[in-house]
């Protein structure tokens, strides 16, 4: 098995070498691997260390995670029927190594005994810290239970791998076995030139004549938001919010089953709930908690929402005459995009020519360069799996060429491609090792026959908040595995990805790449005073959707009960209902291809609040770049040392006090999206 790639770690992942016939021998050889080391560790005679009990511990299963890492990315980027089977073959297996880990009597006899020693009472700072959560964790995952408890909790983790796994391709493949060809152009009338050719292109690339359009998001979106004909708008909006509903790929069937067992999982770990049992060691602390802090907010958007629901009906009204008839959920979008240019003579579409994609991801390095004292370097020939795929470096200008990190960007959308956006640590290294290794995706719109690929300004958000993902991790200098980067709390990994969307909407960072694509010059004074000014415009409402997703996160975690409730898409779907601006139809079923929380045993299933949490974190933190100035040095370099390099070192709270001087507070957020004084209804 020499010529595995998977079996040795390298700095360059190898997804152009890697094989689907590869995985199976090399899981099988690194779960070998992982568990001789854990035995030796069981077996060793002598004085407990910290080095020769938690180190060992957490070094253990490197080679595992970074294979796991490169073919779980292959899987998600580069799917195919014989990757998709090896992979489906192995998570079984490593789910189960991984949840037996905490359940060996040998092991957690071993960590115990280190804690009673005198060396760990004597530990402080980030061994401390380590030991605890060790500690904590091994009670989490069952250490205490009886053998029969460790079994069946063994049991349920392989299954909700398997589960979830499932899930995520009947997504994939709902949403790749869609599409939509319009053959006639007067049908698309609204479109703007940049949707029509895209979806010319995409026909192209089928062999078909017209314009294609799929459930991918760029093509999606642009017909909700600017096509005129709403039977149009509703074919895409029904085909996309009952993805994954229908044989072979329904996931109805899983959702029932996959909240079932969460909740045995928490149970037989003395929780009341799910919810309770992941948020324990995040800041929320509890579900109660999380769900306190959701409904204050959904409080204090209600009058604002109910505002912008009226005025966007009222417009129709105003422009159609007032027969118009209610609006429908396709229709939110396209008249909420008319309203903005009637009363703002702002167009998203405007921004676009001054998006380059290239000339956006230039500009978002330099930006980064100058807050934080790195350089962002192109890596020539490297080996990558698709010929969309670029790779970099991050070097620490302070010390020279001491490179921090090493990623690649997979920006446009592919058939076989998940959708959305994200970033993966592949590589965690300590500082006395060599780079650390990630990678971020993204599914923005793509270049056509006419034009290079211009981003919408949302798109541009994206990639700066999936950045920010990959500066979390490639700026650690946690000299522990277990704690480097983004593994931290959920709700507190989305700050150093969210704030970083704040530089967007600033003049002198958008001056670094904001230009247009034909001639080169600088987005127009007039054009970004009308960007600014529409900044809130239906904000409540956007806020709203979000807290709608947090919300029937944790009613299905908390409150649901098959026997009282019925189908789970039932019951999200009346959840979700309650923030909608319109009444939904008998078959949303948005819940059945709700990756975030069912496309992982745990991923932000119970913690979807996380993304509000750390937008109130984000907005407070930024007071401080307004303040002394978006690229002051001294500012970024505390956020840096603060936030970006501690990982999991420190307490989360800890953390943003070092970094703002105080607790954070819901006024910035409040005042950034426009929910100041609350109008009269």
Known sequence: MSDNPLLDITVDPPFDRTRPEHVRPAIDALIARARARIDALCALEGPRTFENTLRALDESTRELEWAMSV?????????????????NEIQPKVSEFYSKIPL??????????????????????????FLEKTLDGFRRQGAELPPEGKKRLAEIAARLSELTTRFSQNVLDSHAGFDLVIADEARLAGLPPSALAMAKESARAKGLSGFRFTLQAPSYLAVLTYADDAALRETLWRAYNTSATREPFDNQPLLGEILSLRKEQARLLGFADFSDYVLADRMAKSGATAARFV???????????????????????????PEAPSLSPWDIAYYAEKMRLARYAFDEEMLRPYFEANAVVRGMFEVIERVYGVSVRNREGVSLYHRDVEAYSIFDSASGERELCRFTIDLYPRENKRDGAWMSGVLSSLPS??????????????????????????????????????????????????MVGTRVAWDFVELPSQIHENWCWQRDALDLFARHFATGERMPDDLFAKMKRARTFREATAQMRQLSFATVDLELHRVYDPDKHGSVVAFAREVMGRFSATP????????????????????????????????????DAFTRFEREGIFNRATGEAFRSWVLAKGDSEDPADLFRGFMGRDATVDALLARIGLVDAPSN
């Open 71 to 87: 073919i779980g990315h292959l899987e998600a980027v580069m799917n195919e029927p014989a990757l998709r089977d090896a992979y």
């Open 104 to 129: 060996d009597d040998r092991l957690w006899t071993a960590v115990s005994d280190y804690a009673k020693s005198d060396e760990a009472k004597a530990l402080t700072g980030a061994e401390k810290r």
């Open 295 to 321: 409904a204050d907010l959904h409080q204090r958007t209600i009058p604002y929402f109910e505002r912008e629901r009226r005025a966007l009906q009222d417009f129709r009204h105003e422009i159609e005459g």
């Open 433 to 482: 090792e060599g780079p650390q290794v990630g990678l971020f995706c993204a599914n923005v719109t793509p270049a056509s026959a006419e034009r290079p690929s211009l981003l919408t300004f949302r798109e541009v958000e994206t990639l700066f908040h999936e950045f920010g993902h990959l500066l979390h991790h490639a700026l650690s200098t946690v000299a522990i595995r277990g």
């Open 584 to 619: 939904l139809p008998e078959d949303y079923a948005m819940i059945a291809s709700f990756n975030h929380l069912f496309a992982d045993p745990v991923g932000y299933a119970a913690g979807y609040y996380s993304y509000k949490w750390a937008e109130v974190l984000d907005a």
